[in-house]
């Protein structure tokens, strides 16, 4: 296992991570009747607090709360969004000493997520809003830069990259992503990347991607893995979307030994086991 080189710490709101050798583990949330894993578990918002508190209780750094599932289903417009996240934010804020991170590509829903109490935009879109960076830097809020091939909630089923190099295609977008980051005054410490795994990669690019998770990781950013019960895990053996648990793991362990630094998770008890092993090793 690669010991890293240099020191690695990234802002969030007032705190400062030194992620060298740990790895944070966002626990996600979902404020949709529809994500592809709970399918709506977690709607009503009584119900989400309770997943939030044992998130918390079981390790979790950080909280990840979207409103809009990532992939095609019913149109969910702007004014919709807001009424699902905001009032979520408001409610983990006032309850939990935790970071909160809201998982939008629209300005206006970060804008008052930051309001809120909210500190990270998770932005799958690669920024495609004009004003998304402008809203962050203004709140002193980080970013997670995303690589995504077309754009959030459109179907790519045949997705293509230039010389058949995923890799490279995607390391030269969120090193692009991170200029445009620095240029709008967000610091790079508060800039996060994320290779975006089944987001317009198929289940060969988005392994190829996790497998070489040390490329991405000497960009010099903290990188974000995103891979939990994942349709590319599950393509390797046939797994349903419930039988993904220990894929899941094993795609923590391997990503965070190849520099991925911050895990967004669905089973936070037990990827906190894993990343806290692998921090015992790489410290020892």
Not at 92 to 116: G, I, K, M
Not at 141 to 153: D, F, G, K, Q
Not at 240 to 260: I, K, P, Q, T
Request: proline share 4%; with cysteine; hydrophobic share 45%.
């Amino acid at each position: 296992m690669a010991r890293p080189s240099l020191r690695q710490s990234v802002a969030l709101g007032s705190r400062r991570y030194d992620c060298t050798n740990r790895a944070l583990v966002m626990g996600i949330l979902n404020r949709t009747p529809d994500s592809f894993f709970d399918r709506g578990a977690t709607w009503a918002l009584d119900d989400l607090l309770a997943k939030a508190d044992a998130l918390v209780r079981a390790g979790a750094d950080l909280l990840d709360v979207g409103g809009v599932k990532a992939g095609p289903g019913p149109e969910v417009g702007e004014e919709e969004e807001l009424e699902r996240v905001v009032p979520t934010v408001e409610a983990l804020s006032a309850r939990f000493d935790v970071p909160l991170s809201v998982d939008t590509w629209r300005a206006s829903v970060a804008e008052a997520a930051y309001a809120a109490g909210a500190v990270l935009g998770n932005d799958i879109s690669g920024f495609a809003d004009p004003r998304y960076l402008d809203v962050a830097a203004r709140a002193g809020a980080s970013v997670v830069a995303t690589h995504i091939r077309l754009a959030p909630r459109v179907a790519d089923p045949e997705p293509s990259y230039p010389d058949g190099d995923v890799v490279a295609a995607v390391e030269r977008y969120l090193r692009e992503r991170l200029a445009w980051a620095v240029q709008a005054g967000i610091p790079r410490e508060r800039v996060v990347l994320d290779a975006g795994l089944d987001l317009g990669k198929s289940a060969a690019h988005s392994l190829e991607l996790l497998q070489r998770s040390d490329r991405l990781a000497a960009i010099g950013q903290t990188l974000l893995l995103s891979a939990s019960n994942k349709t590319f895990l599950g393509a390797l053996l046939g797994l349903e979307v419930g039988e993904r648990r220990d894929a899941s793991l094993a795609a923590v362990a391997l990503g965070v030994s190849r520099g991925c630094r911050i895990v967004r998770v669905h089973d936070v008890a037990g990827t906190r086991r894993v990343v806290d092993v692998l921090a015992g090793i790489l410290e020892a």
